[in-house]
């Protein structure tokens, strides 16, 4: 943002401009989205909307933090109410609040948090770890093991990366011709990213011994 709101008016502004963003792509898509219309739909004055946001892209990226954030609160509510998470179990979870982000939040399905296609832009900020790990995956594991208890995993970040990318394929793949998305597809990609954190899980215990024993993971791999 060029400029971060102070006042309450001024955030109020900068949620009704991000909402009028949110409710465009979905009507018309990245590609045809115009901050003239933004603004229009937003009822603020064009000059309003660059006062905050660096352009179109400026826009798209503040937009997908705030998705970031929805994200991250609705995982933070799902772990208080399972203790004793497992990293599998976190795997379905994310899967599970994703697909209902895709469902009933506006412009999630066009501006997640990454790209809006393959060799498209980049929305969310580049990590800071030397590993290579996005803003994404930083986020979503320093979470998993600061505040939902999880054991460390060797390589986090790029275990983490991955475990993005592939889950944001299987969702790609379940909701290219619905909204609600394929059910089968969802499920299974649910239980893929399942297993790819139990067998995560079971070399970081043997990488990453801790006081308390060996990571927790399901054996199945299906929690």
Not at 39 to 53: E, K
Not at 116 to 139: H, N, V, W
Not at 195 to 218: E, H, I, K, N, V
Request: proline share 6%; aromatic share 6%.
């Amino acid at each position: 943002m060029r400029r971060t709101p102070v006042q309450q008016r001024s955030r109020e502004r900068v949620e009704r401009i991000l909402d009028a963003c949110a409710e465009l792509l979905d009507e018309v898509g990245s590609d045809g989205l115009t901050i003239t219309e933004v603004a229009r739909r937003a009822g603020v004055p064009t000059g309003t909307v660059y006062q905050f946001f660096e352009g179109r892209l400026g826009l798209l990226r503040q937009l997908a933090l705030r998705h970031l954030d929805i994200l991250i609160g609705r995982l933070r509510a799902r772990a208080a109410e399972e203790p004793g998470l497992t990293w599998p179990r976190a795997g379905r979870i994310v899967i599970e609040e994703t697909v209902q982000m895709r469902r009933l939040i506006p412009g999630f399905t066009v501006v997640d948090f990454g790209e809006a296609r393959p060799g498209g832009e980049k929305y969310l900020p580049e990590g800071t770890t030397e590993a290579g790990g996005d803003i994404l995956a930083e986020r979503l594991y320093r979470f998993a093991v600061e505040e939902a208890g999880l054991p460390p995993l060797t390589d986090p970040y790029r275990v983490t990366s991955l475990a993005i990318q592939a889950a944001g394929a299987g969702l790609e793949l379940a909701f290219r011709n619905s909204r609600e998305g394929d059910t089968a597809l969802i499920e299974q990609t649910g239980h893929l990213l399942a297993a790819y954190f139990a067998d995560a899980a079971r070399r970081s215990s043997a990488d990453l011994p801790g006081p308390g024993g060996p990571a927790r993971t399901d054996q199945d791999g299906g929690q």
